[in-house]
């Protein structure tokens, strides 16, 4: 098959600009239109399985033992069209009642059928969902205002060991600060190359990246304190 009929090739995009070490996580994500959890899920199967961790998969099962069979679903839609206004539980309290012996589904499993079968109305009284407050971002002016720092993935080494590479980039030069391979993405691991990093380059204002509950609990003040 052609390559781009096999591949994603905005795929092969997002990870060439991953071990480009220029963005953050979040910067990558958010130029290539994606979740961050996507990011991460397909910097993974690149570093476990190369280009080809970057095909589709398919999301159907093999099988459904569990399917329910047609004329079970038939029964069940057809007391719902008789009785509008009964729910999944009192559908199915009404059939064991009366028809008992035969196997029915789960009151959610009959839910599931409900809605894909147009029968069930969505609710018009929602409760009021609380709204993420976006908070502003700050852009870098000049050098060493504001660092980024993420983990590029993970890859095996040659005798099998999970490298986790670390990079600290300059937000406004984008200057590469720091490419350090680690063994876990643990804090005693990152702490001590960012202390090294402020002791070379200074301190930034801010620093964005995503593993920042890594090193939430640092004090970066003692820094301040000593420069």
Known sequence: MPWSETIEMSRVKFIADLESCLYDMTEL????????????????????????????RSR????????????????LLALRRQHPTWGPRK?????EKHEPGQGWPRASTLG??????????????????????????????????????????????????LCYPLTVVDGFSRFVLVIQSLPSVAAAGVWP???QAFREYGLPQVIRTDIIDRVRNCPLRDFYAAG
Request: charged share 30%; net charge positive; glycine share 12%.
């Open 29 to 56: 994500c958010e130029k290539h239109g994606i979740s961050r959890k996507t990011g991460y899920k397909w910097a993974e199967r690149f570093g476990q399985e190369g280009v080809e961790g970057l095909r589709d």
């Open 193 to 195: 190359v960012f202390e």
């Open 60 to 75: 159907a099962p093999k099988h459904s033992p569990r399917q329910t069979e047609p004329g079970v679903t038939e029964r």
């Open 91 to 95: 559908l199915l309290a009404w059939l």
């Open 112 to 161: 599931g059928l409900l809605k894909r079968a147009g029968l069930v109305e969505p609710c018009r009284r929602c409760a009021a969902r609380a709204r993420p407050v976006a908070v502003a971002r700050t852009e870098a002016t000049g050098p060493n205002e504001v660092w980024t720092s993420d983990f590029k993935g993970q890859f095996r080494t040659g005798d099998g060991r």
